[in-house]
């Protein structure tokens, strides 16, 4: 079993910046990759950006590409998503998730990821 935490959500003004952060714990040795995922209300939950554990390969959405970066720290366990240049549109829960290993264009499909957190609320004010 593997547990995850994310913290660092907030209320941030559109422009803004905020840094979430994943704890991973339990049977991190499984990990393979970490994953970002968002869901807004009404809507479905989408991929916003991946990294590789134990490579430097990083995956990310067209939609935050250029404003948000994922990167991870193995001895900390801990993944981060860097989130600059918030949008309105970036409202939502936010969530990770661990699975693997996965083909390049699998990075990209929730249903693939073994385990989840339970998610923290990002909210961009206009």
């Known amino acids: 079993q593997v547990q995850l935490v994310e913290s660092g959500g907030g209320l941030v003004q559109a422009g803004g910046s905020l840094r979430l952060s994943c704890a991973a714990s339990?049977?991190?040795?499984?990990?393979?990759?970490m994953g970002w995922f968002r869901q807004a209300p009404g809507k479905e939950r989408e991929f916003v950006a991946a990294?590789?554990?134990?490579?430097?390969?990083?995956y990310y959405a067209d939609s935050v590409k250029g404003r948000f970066t994922i990167s991870r720290d193995n001895a900390k366990t801990t993944v981060y998503l860097q989130m600059n240049s918030l949008k309105p549109e970036d409202t939502a829960v936010y969530y990770c998730?661990?699975?693997?290993?996965?083909?390049?264009?699998?990075?990209?499909?929730?249903?693939?990821?073994?385990?989840w957190g339970q998610g923290t609320q990002v909210t961009v004010s206009s």
């Open positions: 998730a661990t699975g693997g290993p996965f083909s390049d264009s699998d990075y990209v499909r929730s249903a693939l990821y073994n385990y």
């Open positions: 990294i590789k554990w134990t490579g430097i390969r990083t």
């Open positions: 339990g049977r991190t040795f499984s990990t393979y990759a």
